[in-house]
């Protein structure tokens, strides 16, 4: 029993974690170069493993249940609150929608016969319900797909590796130096999982180890996924990934790239729906079932009036959940550790100026994107 809650819990993280955000990686590769890219998920990674690790210890200093919503009114006072609920709500809602419209795209590729709305409407129905079903179910799905993502994932970079050129690699492109920073922010962040993993443990001072391995993983596959693609297709690498992989390995890749993005999309669209639904339960009394519309319905109703611009909506969300998400996670954290009700499982011997660091970071981070895309 404790292992396996421990595998499902990882499996939910990771779900969450490796999503949408996969398919641009290649392509920032390509564009900035790697050394730029290593950088960028060095810091960048510790950053959102601290936070990640932070959001862990506010749950398990609280007694009730709650998401950052309800943290950030309860440490933070009413104001706090309403921007967490804004930034939150904007944030999954856009993340659900990039999740809809990719999911429309690798299914069509599946079943050609299908149109793209159709098959949008396909999955998100099948998604929906597991969202209305509740978490167990979802958990169970997300060790599932996890195993079919992997398993593809794996053989995507079989069929890719012999095909690297060294020549694609690029070292440092400082046109671009900045164009990872959203990217990788967007691809890393996982912490609305957090509180549904804490209630699926059963040894709750494992979500520590939970949270560490999540995101090594995670980036692990990202660097490796990038390289691979980016060193196969080079500068006509895309930013869906696949496409600038046809002309190499052929139309086998479609299909199969289809597939893994197919379970890429969907284990992350079931936590972060059943998370805006839990939000709107926990922290606002809204009833399950209400809730759960909201959260599946809203972002296909967005879907439907057609807003369906990809990479705007990436940066749009990155940048949103780093920054507002990001400082309200440290500054409820700083008073989670003076106020909280219980003693936690684990605990980070973390300074009050490393805190003030992450939030500096991701306030810089957050100009250079508004400097970058504005020119």
Not at 68 to 74: D, E, F, I, P, Q
Not at 106 to 128: C, R
Not at 173 to 196: C, K, M, R
Request: proline share 3%.
């Amino acid at each position: 029993m404790k292992d396996r809650t421990f595998i499902l819990s990882l499996a939910s993280l990771l779900g969450t974690i490796i999503g949408a955000g996969i398919f641009t990686i290649p392509y920032m590769v390509a564009k900035s170069g790697i050394l730029p890219c290593f950088f960028y998920f060095l810091i960048l990674g510790i950053i959102v493993l601290l936070l990640h690790l932070f959001f862990g210890e506010i749950v398990l200093r609280t007694n009730e249940k709650h998401r950052l919503v309800g943290y950030s009114g309860k440490y933070l006072g009413k104001k706090a609150k309403i921007l967490t609920s804004f930034s939150t709500f904007l944030g999954t809602t856009g993340s659900l929608l990039i999740y809809i419209i990719l999911a429309g795209n690798f299914l069509k590729i599946i079943f050609p016969s299908l149109s793209f709305i159709e098959a949008s409407f396909l999955l998100w129905a099948i998604l929906s319900l597991f969202v209305f079903w509740g978490m167990k179910s979802i958990a169970w799905s997300e060790l599932l797909m996890n195993f079919f993502l992997f398993g593809i994932f794996l053989l995507i970079m079989f069929f890719s590796f012999p095909k690297i050129k060294l020549d694609n690699f690029v070292l440092a492109n400082t046109q671009n130096i900045f164009l990872p920073y959203g990217i990788i922010l967007f691809s890393l962040v996982g912490w609305n999982a957090v509180p549904e993993i804490e209630k699926i443990l059963v040894k709750k001072e494992k979500l520590k180890k939970v949270i560490f391995l999540g995101i090594i993983i995670s980036i692990a596959i990202y660097f490796s996924f990038g390289l691979t693609v980016s060193g196969v297709a080079g500068p006509k690498t895309t930013p869906d990934a696949f496409q600038g992989l046809i002309p190499v390995l052929g139309d086998k890749i479609i299909l199969l790239g289809a597939i893994f993005g197919l379970f890429c999309v969907s284990t992350s669209f079931l936590i972060l729906a059943n998370y805006l639904k839990n939000t709107l339960r926990f922290d606002y009394q809204i009833p399950r079932l209400i809730a759960s519309s909201i959260a599946c319905f809203i972002p296909f109703l967005l879907f439907l009036i057609g807003i369906r611009e990809f990479v705007f909506l990436v940066v749009l969300i990155g940048a949103l959940m780093g920054l507002v998400e990001g400082t309200i996670i440290c500054l409820v954290y700083k008073k989670a550790r003076e106020k909280g009700e219980r003693k936690p499982e684990y605990t980070l011997n973390i300074s009050n100026n490393l805190l003030y660091s992450v939030i500096v970071i991701l306030v810089l981070g957050t100009v250079s994107q508004i400097i970058y895309y504005f020119n």
